[in-house]
């Protein structure tokens, strides 16, 4: 089965890849890794913002991290490489903007790394830190950065 036939029977659709908001490219590939840039959370088009353990709560960055991990994989297609060619999700770097006192950075990483094994089943498993930052660009509540290992295309 395709990507975008797993996609489709999963019932995602892909967002339109967001432009970089500062002095960096999206994807940079190097050998056989893609680097893909951290990604910010956009649901519906609106940017999820604000902070876990103060107005978001865990569901709710659960799914901003999973809109990030959906931007993730728009931005790999918009740099001209097929999602079939995804032969490893290697890692993720999940940045969840907290209060002090929040510690359930984990839990909400696993939005973005759920949707990897949805989509690449075992292929989306993946290495992962998951790091409580006091502020993200434009008031983020997630964004998540990712290493895809890339087969010969």
Known sequence: ??????????????????????AYVPVVVSGNLAHVSGQLPFIDGKLVTGRL???????????????????????????????????????LGAFINSTADFTDQPKVANGASELMVEVFGELG?????????????????VEVDAVIELAAG
Request: include cysteine; charged fraction near 15%; charge should be positive.
């Open 125 to 141: 498993k993946h290495a992962r830190a998951a790091v409580g930052v006091p502020a993200l660009p434009l008031g983020a509540a």
């Open 53 to 91: 353990g103060a107005d978001v709560s865990l569901e709710d960055g659960a799914a901003a991290a999973r809109a990030c991990a959906l931007m993730i994989l728009a931005q790999v297609e918009a740099a001209g490489i097929s999602l079939d060619r995804v032969s490893r999700i290697v890692k």
């Open 1 to 22: 089965m395709t990507i975008a036939a797993r996609l489709a029977e999963l019932g995602i659709t892909l967002p339109v890849a967001a432009a970089p908001v500062a």
